[in-house]
């Protein structure tokens, strides 16, 4: 009892005068934890429901074991809230595992009681060999950060807290006090089944690990507090640093400046990147593991400019220069090929547009690459504005030869997921006038060399 106390005070699982639901099942650690309740009820004034669900699983069995609870309850003057589901047409219905079915059910159910009786305390039976077994499920199953820490004496659930007073015992102790308490549990048979992965560590790794230290239990409790308290300093930190970090937020794209985000601790790096996908993702596909956040911690660290990785659905990472984009967005080839007619403004799928128009005049500047000064008389019509094609070539302005324009692109550092929008002026002969923005040809003609001019400006809409 002292132990129990202890427990509930440091961690401040609940509060005197509170009301407490225990979800209790029957078997053998929700009742020792009803039971324990009970002895401290009156000290400290609790208000105790128990809440049970009849998944429907084993017919007659599972009802005996509702009316054994309710039962029990009524014998200690425990309000009890009993619900019979048939967990087996739900899973169905929304094609979900039993496993999986009988939880989301049960907690569904866990909630309406919290509700009605304005509780903020769910406290259930999970003990030190469940955390055992959790952590090293986790371990090898290849979890991360938080997930590692097992199950926690106490996080959020619903308007409250879930809260477990018996992670400090083993399922020994619990049997020596029902025992010993003449509780007389009832006992599922699925237990026993070795097919869960849950039970064969219970089988054949707990047996040896309690060998090795009887204590063993108080040490993964003491590994899970501590990881907890670690990880969750360092989430405030990687949080913090990573503000620093990021170009653009939305929805369904993030990006950040590689720079920056390398000059981060490792372990911020890492936790870094989960926060992205976590924040992508909302729910993390369980096919993605380690190994994708690994590769692009390599991806990010080598020297080459660009690179791009696919993550499981539909998310891809794309190294580009400075920047780093994880985006949903699919980047399909946006082609397309307008007449440039004189005048005109043309709108483009990149966020821009072109105008042209005819000015008298026998002086005009036209200076950077923002816009394009052509010799009505001199040019080759239709002029048009496509994207690139393979084998593009300019004659630039001021150089001998030609320069291919995918090395333009490289050269100027052009983000690998514009290359394929950015516009591109050609005239009749398919010769290229213009890289709007980037570069010119030796097309363009000369300020003051005639008294009327074409004149393109390439601006941002
Ligand atoms: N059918 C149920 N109705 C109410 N609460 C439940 C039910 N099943 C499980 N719980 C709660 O969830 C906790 C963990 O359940 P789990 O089935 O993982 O453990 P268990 O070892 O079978 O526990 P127990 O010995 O109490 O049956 C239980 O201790 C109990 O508090």
């Known amino acids: 009892m002292e132990k129990f106390y202890t427990l509930i005070q440091k961690h401040q699982l609940f509060e005197k005068d509170s009301t407490v639901i225990v979800g209790v099942s029957g078997g053998p650690d929700s009742l020792a934890l009803l039971h324990l309740l009970v002895k401290i009820k009156e000290k400290w004034n609790l208000k105790l429901v128990a809440a049970h669900v009849d998944h429907m699983f084993r017919g007659v069995q599972s009802e005996e074991e509702m009316l054994f609870v309710l039962d029990f309850c009524r014998e200690h003057q425990i309000t009890c809230e009993a619900k019979q589901i048939d967990v087996t047409a739900y899973a169905t219905k929304h094609n979900l595992s039993s496993q999986v079915a009988s939880r989301e059910c049960r907690y569904d159910f866990f909630k309406e009681v919290l509700d009605k009786y304005e509780s903020s305390s769910l406290a259930l039976g999970h003990h030190g060999d469940d955390q055992i077994e959790t952590i090293l499920m986790r371990m090898v199953r290849g979890s991360t950060g938080k997930a590692l820490a097992g199950i926690q004496l106490k996080r959020k659930f619903h308007n409250g807290y879930i809260i477990r007073p018996l992670l400090g015992y083993t399922k020994e102790h619990i049997l020596t ?3 010993d308490q003449q509780l007389m549990p009832r006992f599922d048979p699925s237990n026993e089944k070795t097919v869960y992965t849950r039970n064969r560590f219970r089988k054949y790794v707990l047996p040896f690990l309690k060998k090795e230290n009887p204590l063993v239990h108080e040490r993964f409790q003491y590994f899970s507090e501590t990881l907890l308290e670690d990880e ?6 990687t949080k913090e640093h990573m503000n620093t970090v990021l170009k653009r937020k939305e929805t369904s794209a993030v990006e950040i400046d590689i ?3 390398k000059s981060l601790p490792l372990p911020l790096q890492r936790r870094g990147i989960q926060l992205i996908l976590n924040y992508l993702y909302g729910n993390i596909p369980t096919s993605l593991s ?13 020297d080459h400019p660009s690179g791009s990785l696919n993550y499981p659905g539909g998310l891809k990472v794309i190294k580009s220069y400075q920047n780093c984009l994880f985006t949903f967005e699919q ?4 082609e397309y090929c307008f007449d440039l007619e004189i005048p005109s403004v043309i709108i483009l799928p990149n966020g821009y547009k072109i105008t042209c128009e005819l000015i008298k005049n026998d002086s005009i500047e036209s200076i950077g690459n923002k816009s394009f ?5 001199t040019l080759v019509g239709p002029l048009i504005v496509r994207t690139r094609e393979q084998g593009d070539k300019i004659k630039l302005k001021g150089m001998n ?10 050269d ?3 983000p690998l997921q514009s290359r394929y929008s950015w516009p591109i002026v050609e005239d009749g002969d398919g010769n290229i006038l213009w890289l709007p923005g980037l570069k010119k040809s030796i097309f363009e003609a000369e300020n003051g060399s005639v008294d009327e001019y074409v004149v393109l400006h390439y601006k941002e809409l």
């Open 373 to 377: 000064l052509l010799n009505p008389k």
């Open 412 to 414: 100027e550092k052009v």
């Open 401 to 410: 030869g030609r320069k291919k324009v995918k090395d333009i692109f490289i």
């Open 177 to 179: 006090y029902c025992r």
């Open 259 to 261: 720079d920056r985000f």
């Open 331 to 334: 980047d399909e080839v946006k």
């Open 290 to 302: 380690s190994i994708h956040i690994e590769s692009l911690l390599t991806l990010l660290s080598q």
């Open 232 to 237: 969750t300093y360092l989430q405030v930190l």
